[in-house]
């Protein structure tokens, strides 16, 4: 960390190296790999046809349902222990932000963490903190 006033920054920042990232590139490339043998079995069937009209293939990429999976075990990967035990003592620092709606508190938030998409996913990672659901907190 470099100054106080940057805290936030690095909060945020601390977040991005996930432990799982050569898996995740692992797990897109046979995803991609898998469908893309698929595709092309496909359209050899389809080259195979007299009339391509009597073709019943699917020729569409459908690996957004896979990919989203592969996110979600990437992201769970992050280390967001410091972001969170940062978030949870900012907000029992402060009554009025304790005491604030999920809304609130997200607002607050939103404006200490950086803009762009390392502020947006710091902040995905401390939707639990902004939530009502407190019964794990010292």
Do not use: Y
Not at 69 to 93: C, F, N, P, Q, Y
Not at 96 to 112: G, W
């Amino acid at each position: 960390m470099r100054n106080h006033d940057q805290k936030a920054r690095d909060m945020a920042r601390s977040v991005l190296p996930s432990t799982a990232r050569k898996h995740a590139r692992e797990a897109r490339a046979f995803i991609h790999g898998r469908d893309r043998v698929r595709l092309r079995a496909e359209l050899h069937d389809l080259r195979s046809l007299d009339d391509p009209d009597d073709f019943e293939g699917d020729l569409t990429f459908p690996v957004q349902r896979h990919i989203k999976t592969m996110v979600g075990h990437r992201r769970s990967a992050d280390k967001v222990g410091s972001l969170i035990a940062w978030a949870e003592r900012l907000v029992h620092r402060d009554p009025q932000l304790d005491a604030a709606s999920p809304e609130d508190r997200e607002v607050h938030l939103r404006t200490l963490l950086p803009p762009g998409l390392i502020g947006e996913h710091a902040l995905t990672h401390l939707w639990w903190v902004l939530s009502d659901r407190r019964s794990h907190w010292p």
